[in-house]
C-alpha cells in the first residue's frame, strides 16, 4: 500500500513549521528525509502517526483511506507504524511484553505468530533476552525492541525518527542492514535522519526539508553524489550560499 502525503502543514499556534510538504512512499522502497534541526522533520512523521501537538491540515493517504487526524491507533489498525525519537519503548517491561504490545491492534492479532517469526529472525538476540528488563538493555538492543514492537503491529508503512541516534557507528551499519531487511519483505519504510552518509546508501529516494518545505527530492545515489547535498549534509565542506541555492534544483 502506498503513503501518500499532499500538502501537509502542520502549525504550533502562529509559527508554521511545516507549509505544505506532499511526499510517497511506496511499498518495498526506503525514503530518506534529511534537514536540519528544527526544519520540520519530526513534525511531519508525528503528523502522519496521528500524535503531533500541532494544528494539522493537508491530505494523508493510505492506499485510499484518509488518515489526516485520525487517532494514534486508528493510525496503527491502517498499518502505519512509527518508532519515534528516544524509542518509545516501555522501559519497565520486558522484551516480550514490549513485543507483544506491539501485537494489541485488530490487524496484527491474526498475523502475531508470523510477525513474531519473522522479528525473531531479524533479532535472535530478543529471544535471548525476551525476559531482560528494556531500560537494561543497551542503545542498540533497545533499538532492536522498539523496531520488533512496531513490527509486531503487521505495518505496510515502518517510519523511524533518528533511530542511529546515539549508536556506535558498528551499530547504526547494523540497523541500516536490517532496515534493508525489512524491505525486502516489502514494507515501504520512512526514515528521518541525522546520518546522511550510511542511510542514502541504503535508501532508495531522498527529500530534503528546509524551514518546512521540501528543497529537494532525488534518487538516494544522485543524492549522495550531489555536491550541495555533499556539501549541506556529508560533511563535504562549508554550506555557502550557493550550495543553499543549489540545493533547491536537487
Ligand atoms: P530535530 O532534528 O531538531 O528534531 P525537526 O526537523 O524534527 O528537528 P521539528 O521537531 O519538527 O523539527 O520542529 C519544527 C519546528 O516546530 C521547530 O521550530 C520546533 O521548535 C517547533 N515545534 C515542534 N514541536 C512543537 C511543539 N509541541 N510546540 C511548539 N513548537 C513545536
Known amino acids: 500500500m502506498m ?6 502543514t502542520v502549525s504550533y499556534g502562529l509559527h508554521r513549521a511545516l507549509g505544505g510538504v506532499s511526499l510517497t512512499v511506496s511499498p518495498g522502497e526506503i525514503v530518506v528525509m534529511l534537514g536540519a534541526n528544527g526544519a520540520g ?5 508525528r503528523a502522519v502517526a496521528g500524535i503531533c501537538e500541532g494544528d494539522t491540515s493537508g491530505r494523508i493517504d493510505l492506499s485510499g483511506k484518509d488518515l489526516l487526524s485520525r487517532k494514534p491507533d486508528e493510525i496503527v489498525e491502517a498499518g502505519i507504524a512509527f518508532v519515534p525519537e528516544g524509542r518509545g519503548i516501555f522501559g519497565d517491561l520486558s522484551v516480550w511484553e514490549n513485543l507483544m504490545l506491539g ?9 502475531k505468530q508470523d510477525n513474531l517469526a519473522a522479528v525473531l529472525e531479524l533479532f535472535p538476540k530478543l529471544a535471548e533476552r525476551k525476559t531482560q528488563i528494556a531500560r537494561t538493555m543497551s542503545g542498540g538492543e533497545q533499538q532492536m ?4 514492537r512496531a513490527m509486531m503491529s503487521n505495518p505496510e508503512i515502518l517510519m523511524l525518527d533518528e ?7 558498528l551499530l547504526s551499519k547494523e540497523l ?15 526514515l528521518v535522519e541525522q546520518n546522511a552518509k550510511q542511510s542514502l ?29 555533499q556539501a549541506a549534509y556529508l560533511g563535504g565542506g ?13
Request: cysteine-free; aromatic content about 4%.
Open 41 to 45: 522533520k519530526s513534525s511531519l512523521l
Open 3 to 8: 503513503l501518500t502525503i499532499e500538502n501537509l
Open 163 to 169: 533511530p542511529s541516534l546515539g549508536l556506535s557507528p
Open 145 to 148: 525492541v522498539a523496531i520488533g
Open 103 to 111: 501485537a494489541y491492534s485488530q490487524r496484527a492479532r491474526a498475523a
Open 238 to 250: 562549508a554550506q555557502t550560499e550557493h550550495t543553499q541555492k543549489e540545493r533547491t534544483n536537487v
Open 176 to 190: 541500516f542492514g536490517n532496515l534493508s531487511k525489512i524491505r525486502a519483505t516489502g514494507m515501504g519504510v520512512l
Open 201 to 229: 546508501a541504503i535508501a532508495d529516494r531522498g527529500y530534503l526539508i528546509e524551514n518546512g518545505e521540501i528543497t529537494g527530492e532525488n534518487a538516494a545515489q544522485a543524492m549522495l553524489n550531489d555536491p550541495a547535498v
